[in-house]
């Protein structure tokens, strides 16, 4: 069973700012089932990377992801107001995995 | 456009049973896998399982052995999960996602509420 385990827990900062999300695999995972997803309260989880490094439809660039084996990095370059929310990172495959979550909070 | 649109929150009492529904539109029904989520209230997401939409097969994750069952009618491109002897713990929102390559469209989720 492959555990993913996100950090920080949550993130504070300003809007303009980068922020950097770690996702990390108990065992090395396919980079090319590696997701990411965004979740603002009251809503579904939007997927926003998918395949490690690729944007989902409609996803700003400033959004990128990267990693590969056990260690996973979503980063946005310049945190604009919507971007304040908790972000998922996911194995999917034949089996589904989801990390804690990371919140991305107002400093 | 593709759409998973799922029923309505519903209210049960410990003991009953719930059957919420996924309602796909906008692709092939069976060209997709259907994925069950439950999300505990202020709690991270827990994948519960998947169906085989080609085949109607079922496969449950850890934890979701016993009381829960996916279930299809392909003929209104509807997948259902039901939960049987429902408790506290049960208390979530359940979201339906499909899968081919990638986990691109979800439901909008459903509150499932247990309380006497």
């Known amino acids: 069973e492959i555990v993913l385990t996100q950090s920080p827990g949550t993130l504070s900062l300003s809007p303009g700012e980068r922020a950097t999300l770690s996702c990390r695999a108990s065992?090395?995972?396919?980079?090319?089932?590696l997701a990411w997803y965004q979740q603002k309260r009251g809503q579904a989880p939007r997927l926003f990377i998918y395949?490690?490094?690729s944007r989902a439809t409609g996803i700003p660039d400033r959004f990128s992801g990267s990693g590969s084996g056990t260690d996973f990095t979503l980063t946005i370059s310049r945190l604009e107001p919507e971007d304040f929310a908790v972000y998922y990172c996911q194995h999917y495959g034949s089996t589904w995995a989801f990390g804690q979550g990371t919140k991305v909070e107002i400093k | 456009q593709v759409q998973l649109v799922q029923s309505g929150s519903e209210l049960k009492k410990p003991g009953a049973s719930v059957k919420v529904s996924c309602k796909a539109s906008?692709?092939?029904?069976?060209?997709?896998?259907m994925n069950w989520v439950r999300q505990a209230p202020g709690q991270g997401l827990e994948w519960m399982g998947w169906?085989?939409?080609?085949?109607?097969?079922?496969t449950y994750a850890q934890g979701f052995t016993g009381r829960f069952v996916f279930s299809l009618d392909t003929s209104v491109s509807t997948a259902y999960l039901q939960i049987s002897s429902l408790t506290a713990e049960d208390t979530a929102v359940y979201y339906c996602?499909?899968?081919?390559?990638?986990?691109?469209?979800w439901g909008q989720g459903t509150l499932v509420t247990v309380s006497s």
């Open positions: 996602a499909r899968y081919d390559l990638k986990p691109d469209y």
């Open positions: 065992q090395s995972v396919s980079s090319s089932k």
């Open positions: 906008g692709y092939t029904f069976t060209t997709y896998s």
């Open positions: 169906i085989n939409t080609n085949t109607g097969n079922p």
């Open positions: 395949g490690a490094s």
